[in-house]
């Protein structure tokens, strides 16, 4: 029997949280499949800025 790997969206966090957002807050249907792809990846690059700002304070934080 072979081993198989199956992929799942959301695969993380970030995609979770981006499609969350999108699906939550915004009105989509009028979007064209290009406006859509610009908006998620504009929402995906925001939520990653706000996860980087977070571990570096967080990493600031720790005391040696």
């Known amino acids: ?3 198989v790997t199956l992929k ?3 695969a993380n966090k970030v995609e979770a949280l981006t499609m969350l ?3 939550e807050s ?3 249907t009028a ?3 290009e406006e859509l792809v610009r908006k998620y990846k504009e929402v995906e690059q ?3 800025t706000v996860f980087t700002k ?4 967080t990493l ?3 005391k040696i």
Do not use: A, G, H
């Not at 977070?54 to 304070?57: E, G, H």
């Open 26 to 28: 915004e009105d989509l």
């Open 46 to 48: 925001e939520i990653k």
């Open 8 to 10: 799942t969206f959301p």
């Open 60 to 62: 600031s934080n720790v």
């Open 54 to 57: 977070l571990n570096k304070m």
């Open 31 to 33: 979007l064209s499949p």
């Open 1 to 3: 029997m072979e081993n």
């Open 21 to 23: 957002y999108l699906q």
